[in-house]
T-cell receptor, first 118, second 112 residues
Framework: GAVVSQHPSRVICKSGTSVKIECRSL??????MFWYRQFPKKSLMLMAT?????????EQGVEKDKFLINHASLTLSTLTVTSAHPEDSSFYIC??????????????FGPGTRLLVL | AQSVTQPDIHITVSEGASLELRCNYS??????LFWYVQSPGQGLQLLLK??????LVQGIKGFEAEFKRSQSSFNLRKPSVHWSDAAEYFC??????????FGTGTRLQVFP
């Protein structure tokens, strides 16, 4: 149980286009989802915290207009990279927490989405 | 500043050998400590965690870790490594904010 999926697993796009990444909790409802970005040989950096039905909370230095997050239901959060540029190329990972759980104990991670912007 | 350091970028061991992956942290208070494993195409999987109490914690897949406050360390150990343990390992810290701070990871390679 407690599986998180991401779609697509990898995407290549042209500079200037927008890309949407989906994060789904498959067998549980998630109050909170987190979006991370992972650079090669670097740690995962938290980008934003997304709560169902409310605006996402972005970490310092993350452009909210560049990385649009929508958490429309208890099982789906989306990250849209708007007007993507080569420097946005990265590995994006989401995680989800169980309703009623203590977040740090019950954070389940998706397999990640590799974005390459040409 | 809060940070996590994993000094070893890449470790290679023979199957059956013992393993220790190092993790040091800098945090304002005693943090919650975690070890995750990431395999290609898989999400990060929680191996074990420390919140309080016994400083030696047992996890899944035969892993254990020891919290040493005086050294600000939380090293991961396994007495006998299996080929299936080859993966990327991440140490992470957090507290009530529910935000995890990750180390840069250690890639484990296992030779038969």
């Amino acid at each position: 149980g407690a599986v998180v999926s991401q779609h697509p697993s990898r995407v290549i796009c042209k500079s200037g286009t927008s890309v949407k990444i989906e994060c789904r909790s498959l067998d549980f409802q998630a109050t909170t989802m987190f979006w991370y970005r992972q650079f090669p040989k670097k740690s995962l950096m938290l980008m934003a915290t997304s709560n169902e039905g409310s605006k996402a909370t972005y970490e310092q230095g993350v452009e909210k207009d560049k990385f649009l997050i929508n958490h429309a239901s208890l099982t789906l959060s989306t990250l849209t990279v708007t007007s993507a540029h080569p420097e946005d190329s990265s590995f994006y990972i989401c995680s989800a927490t169980l309703i009623g759980g203590r977040t740090l104990e019950t954070q389940y991670f998706g397999p990640g989405t590799r974005l390459l912007v040409l | 500043a809060q940070s996590v350091t994993q000094p070893d970028i890449h470790i290679t061991v023979s199957e059956g050998a013992s393993l220790e992956l190092r993790c040091n942290y800098s945090y304002g208070a005693t943090p919650y400590l975690f070890w995750y494993v990431q395999s290609p195409g898989q999400g990060l999987q929680l191996l074990l965690k420390y919140f309080s109490g016994d400083t030696l914690v047992q996890g899944i897949k035969g892993f254990e870790a020891e919290f040493k406050r005086s050294q600000s360390s939380f090293n991961l150990r396994k007495p006998s490594v299996h080929w299936s343990d080859a993966a990327e390992y991440f140490c992470a810290v957090g507290r009530n904010t529910d935000k995890l701070i990750f180390g840069t990871g250690t890639r484990l390679q296992v030779f038969p």
